[in-house]
């Protein structure tokens, strides 16, 4: 059985990261799949309460992002935003990645939520973030990388704290820009409406799976029927209505089944199941586990 990552908060992550951190609000990992099997394990679902940018150095990697099939790579960069849920599906033997996480309340204290509206886009967590750099951007994000790295561990420099909200906020703009300009490039690509349909129906499934797991609910949702929802986004997605919200479910249920703070049954409530039952073969029949064995496993 695969062991689940629990939602990680910036104190989590500094607990866990490089010790002798002379920054509180900022860490950082240098993750290779031969070596960190631990947090790279397959089928592997967790959430982070904090920001994460993460930059891919070597080899690739298949994950879902909030129900979305993704695949990163080389001088991909991903954008981790709070409350998003990962699972990785795979990776390549020479998968290698570099991260920066940083405390919520850091961002908003520097205030890169308001100083630019490219900032605002580049933050907002509307959709998932996977970038692909150009060879430049992809140089300045590894320099600015090893340069927050040389000040988050305790040293003689009296303004370190500062110099590392300096480097990060050069990364900040740095991705901000880049992201604005591939925006801009790509709007020449007009999503279709089927692709604006599914697009939309992720979005409602991330808001309401806890509450309803009814393909109808959120036919209603979108207007249209029941049959053409299932059509479109099987086809665009390549899996059943039913099939996501299954997989929201089940995905927010292991990241609450290992967190120690809850029961199997509070995790039933959590997600209103009517009868623990139900919600013992719901889970089992998609994972092979029992939510008790998943739990204890």
């Known amino acids: 059985m695969k062991e689940v990552i629990l ?54 990697c298949d994950i879902t992002v909030n129900l979305e099939n993704k695949r990163i790579e080389k001088d991909d960069i991903m954008v981790v935003l709070p409350s998003q849920i990962f699972e990785i599906i795979g990776f390549s033997d020479d998968f290698e990645v570099k991260a ?11 205030g890169y939520h ?16 996977i970038i692909s750099l150009d060879r430049k951007t992809a140089r300045d994000v590894k320099y600015n990388f090893a340069k927050i790295y040389s000040f ?25 820009n880049f992201y604005h300009h591939m925006v801009n490039s790509s709007q020449g690509h007009i999503p279709n409406r089927k692709e604006e349909l599914s697009k939309q129906f992720i979005l409602l499934v991330g808001m309401h799976f806890k509450d309803n797991r009814d393909v109808q609910f959120y036919a209603d949702k979108l207007f249209v029927s029941r049959k053409h929802l299932t059509k479109v986004v099987s086809e665009v997605l390549k899996k059943s209505p039913k099939h996501i919200i299954s997989d929201a479910v089940v995905l927010e249920a292991k990241v609450l089944l290992k967190n120690p703070n809850f029961t199997v049954s509070d995790v039933a409530n959590v997600l ?25 496993g």
């Open 7 to 60: 939602q990680y908060s910036i104190r989590d992550l500094i607990d866990q990261g490089p010790t002798n951190l002379s920054h509180k609000q900022v860490t950082m990992f240098d993750l290779k799949a031969r070596f960190h099997s631990k947090y790279l394990s397959k089928e592997t679902a967790y959430k982070f309460s904090s920001l994460g940018i993460i930059h891919i150095y070597k080899g690739y």
């Open 100 to 110: 920066v996480f940083v405390d919520s309340e850091m961002i908003v204290e520097a």
């Open 114 to 129: 308001i100083k630019s509206q490219n900032l605002i886009e580049f933050l907002s967590p509307q959709y998932p973030k």
């Open 152 to 176: 988050i561990f305790k040293n003689n420099n009296v303004f370190s704290n500062e110099l590392v909200i300096h480097h990060l906020s050069i990364l900040m703009y740095e991705l901000g």
């Open 272 to 296: 209103n199941f009517s009868d623990l039952s139900i919600f013992n073969k719901f889970f089992k029949k998609i994972t092979g586990f029992s939510p008790r064995d998943f739990k204890n």
